[in-house]
């Protein structure tokens, strides 16, 4: 909600949102951090994922996840939990673990391990019948390349699998899966993924705010993106309204393109 209209922002989608999409990541919040968070930003956050397996160790957590609930802000476990708890043959104590807590979405992820793509999407199938599931495409390590079409056929299958959203893979430093080892985006694979899965089913880690901007002129206010920091919702969002000097010039009229610098 703004403080004061303005002219010329872009059309920005509101809770609960199908496009246009926050994913932030806490990893390790205090509650009192937490309320903070949603006393400044719950508008703007539609889940947040509890990063890794900090969600194991954090101090309570399950009054965080509530408090997040409570602001209408759905709250899943990183893909790296499912993936500690399935390397260790603890399927069921993972789905007791995600019971126990209260989370009202799972991420499944293969980014860590190896697993059988059929056997990961019987696990989306599966999670999927009574929660929002949110799968993870993409290696977390730097040396691993996986092709185009490969990208596209997981992602054709665990959104028919059931995922409401695939999460193209950057890691928190945003420098691996669909970024090159400097942080640009892959353009060229970026585009080959486009021209088969549907943008608005994508969520793309872009912790960077050269990677936010660069996906905002490309696709607009509402692309969806995650991995975003705490500290960066509300700088996130004056990037998707052009309050800021990355996108300032992309949602006005043309004759305010004539007072762009040169």
């Known amino acids: 909600m703004l403080n004061h209209s303005l002219p010329n ?13 926050t994913m932030v990541m806490d990893k390790g919040l205090s509650l009192r951090e937490a309320e903070d968070l949603v006393s400044v930003a719950s508008e703007y956050i539609d889940y947040i994922k509890l990063g890794f397996g900090t969600s194991l160790i954090t101090p309570d957590v399950t009054k965080k996840i509530k408090l997040f609930q409570k602001a209408n802000i759905r709250v899943y476990a990183g893909g790296t939990l499912f993936e500690a708890f399935l390397i260790r043959n603890k399927y069921k104590e993972y789905q007791k673990y995600i019971d126990k807590m209260g989370f009202d979405a799972v991420e499944i992820s293969d980014g860590s391990m190896i697993m059988d793509h059929k056997k990961k999407c019987e696990y989306i199938r599966e ?18 390349l996986i092709a185009p079409n490969r990208w596209i056929i997981m992602m054709q299958n665990e959104l028919n699998s059931g995922s409401k959203f695939v999460i193209a893979e950057a890691r928190e430093s945003g420098n691996v899966g669909i ?18 899965v549907p943008n608005d089913r994508i969520i793309w880690e872009a912790p960077l705010k050269s ?8 696709f607009g206010t509402n692309v969806n993106l995650g991995n975003i920091s ?20 992309d949602f006005l009229p043309a004759k305010c393109q004539k007072l762009k610098p040169a």
């Open 9 to 21: 922002l872009p059309d920005r989608t509101t809770k609960p949102r199908e496009t246009g999409v």
């Open 230 to 249: 705490p500290s960066e919702i509300i700088p996130l969002e004056t990037l998707r309204l052009g309050l800021r000097g990355d996108t300032f010039f």
């Open 179 to 196: 970024y090159r080892p400097t942080g640009k985006a892959h353009i060229t694979l970026i585009n080959k993924i486009l021209s088969k």
């Open 127 to 144: 999670l999927s019948k009574d929660r929002t599931v949110l799968s993870e495409v993409g290696s977390k390590e730097a040396g691993i």
């Open 211 to 218: 990677q936010q901007s660069w996906f905002i002129k490309h």
